[in-house]
């Protein structure tokens, strides 16, 4: 019997509420894990004897992230346990279960490797191939969550020299100049300013970012600061179809701008869907790099302005809209992507303004965005155009939702930054191949519809 619904209505709940054999069916199809298989099998005749079945042991732990089992113990012994389970994820009758020491060598093999970043890089492709990914937007954002350990304990800085007072010889101030140029040599790129990214290629980047646990503050709702231990997840996220474009997994202290480079480059370069136009972030990425970096792939930012002890403009309003000599704001018409050039009319206020026809305000006032990338922004910012796009971010909030309540972000259970990204990494997957999922159901379901 036909079942008959009326537009996509199924979504991920939905594929949740299926047998679990039918979503582990939907959701394993989506997935290649060829390139894993071939690195965590053994090479050689030599050595400890084959007797793993290292496909099942791969798709056990998606399984266990779809499940929400919390342990490795408690999968293990799920599998022993539940002879329907352990047929669904593909052991056979003969198998052996593995080990907890088994799965151990496998994250750690895995975690040596960017593995995982091209499954879910061969995931997307197929899902824009087959046209679910059609966005125009993508909303950028950063959530944390803790590690396992605890904190160390601080360690107390040594006390410094106070510096002399007054003015630096010349052998001192080349002296202090050599060595201030050997530390910023030295130091990490992630810990440079943002604008030190720009020319640095995505496979450097990426490579660099920080992975160790290390102590987090941000501010609440309430303005207090909150504080944690652990790592932030970053995330690009097509706001109408919400698959993770890209992600990144770095220490609790990195500040959220300073990944946002690396994620527009990897939307750019690993992900190009042709249909994007503008990337909406919150007014924590308001920086001048990252307006650059939008603009050199020739989209458009939509970032909350973060005001930093700036006068007020003069002829402007707070959203740098001209304004008339009266001080009302001219009114957005339209953006000449040739020429770059915002164009504003005069505001309606001035109809039966007296001061119309006295050649004081003009009918018409252009200004292009590269004036100043951060504050002239197409749509321009205050329009209705501009809050309808920026209202789109709530979507990547709404995935950050979803991986710590459903996909078991949160469950950290390792204790080094490499075994914790593998973790990462299995989750965006694992939440990537439920989106593609749901989407196929949906899809063959419009077709039953239609025929």
């Not at 009326?6 to 390139?35: C, M």
């Not at 499940?67 to 052991?91: A, Q, S, T, V």
């Not at 800085?157 to 050599?178: A, I, N």
């Not at 972000?409 to 990204?421: D, E, F, S």
Request: aromatic share 10%; hydrophobic share 35%; proline share 5%.
């Amino acid at each position: 019997m036909t079942i008959i619904r009326q537009g996509s209505l199924f979504d991920l709940q939905e594929l949740y509420d299926l047998e679990p054999t039918q979503r582990f069916e939907a959701i394993f199809s989506t997935i290649d894990i060829d390139p894993i298989f071939a690195l965590v099998t053994k090479k050689s005749r030599f050595g400890r004897p084959v007797e793993l079945n290292y496909a099942a042991m791969i798709y056990s732990l998606v399984a266990r992230i779809s499940e929400r089992i919390p342990f490795i113990k408690d999968l293990i012994k799920r599998l022993k346990n539940d002879l329907i389970f352990r047929l669904d994820c593909g052991f056979l009758v003969s198998d052996s279960v593995p080990s907890e020491a088994a799965y151990s060598r496998m994250i750690t093999i895995i975690s040596e490797s960017n593995v995982m970043e091209e499954v879910q890089e061969t995931l997307l492709h197929q899902a824009i191939t087959e046209e679910f990914i059609t966005d125009d937007t993508v909303a950028i954002d950063a959530t944390h969550f803790e590690a396992k350990d605890q904190a160390p304990p601080k360690e107390e800085k040594p006390k410094t020299e106070p510096k002399k007072r007054g003015r630096k010889s010349k052998e001192d101030r080349e002296q202090w100049l050599v060595e201030k140029a050997e530390r910023e040599a030295s130091t990490p790129l992630f810990e440079k300013k943002i604008e030190d990214q720009l020319d640095v290629p995505l496979a450097e980047l990426r490579a660099e970012i920080p992975q160790d646990p290390e102590w987090g503050v941000k501010k609440n709702s309430e303005g207090k600061n909150v504080f944690w231990y652990g790592y932030k997840a970053h995330l690009a996220v097509g706001t109408t179809s919400q698959y993770i474009l890209q992600s990144l997994f770095s220490s609790g202290n990195l500040n959220d701008g300073k990944a946002a480079i690396p994620l527009l480059k990897g939307i750019q370069g690993r992900v190009p869907i042709p249909t994007l136009r503008y990337e909406t972030m919150d007014a924590g990425y308001d920086f001048e790099p990252i307006y650059s970096q939008i603009h050199r792939i020739g989209h458009q930012a939509v970032i909350a302005y973060n005001k930093r002890n700036e006068p007020e403009p003069i002829g402007f309003d707070k959203h740098f809209t001209p304004t008339c000599v009266r001080e009302h704001s001219y009114r957005y018409d339209s953006f000449d992507k040739k020429y770059e050039t915002l164009k504003y009319t005069r505001p309606s206020e001035c109809k039966d303004c007296p001061l119309a026809n006295e050649g004081l305000c003009q009918k018409v006032y252009k200004v292009k965005i590269t004036t100043d990338l951060r504050k002239y922004t197409a749509p321009a910012r205050g329009s209705k155009a501009w809050k309808t796009i920026f209202k789109r971010r709530t979507a990547v909030e709404r995935v950050n939702a979803y991986l710590k309540e459903y996909f078991q972000l949160n469950n950290v259970r390792y204790r080094t930054g490499k075994r914790a990204k593998v973790h990462f990494d299995l989750v965006t997957l694992v939440y990537n191949a439920s989106k593609l999922a749901a989407d196929r159901i949906n899809a063959m379901l419009n077709q039953q519809q239609v025929a």
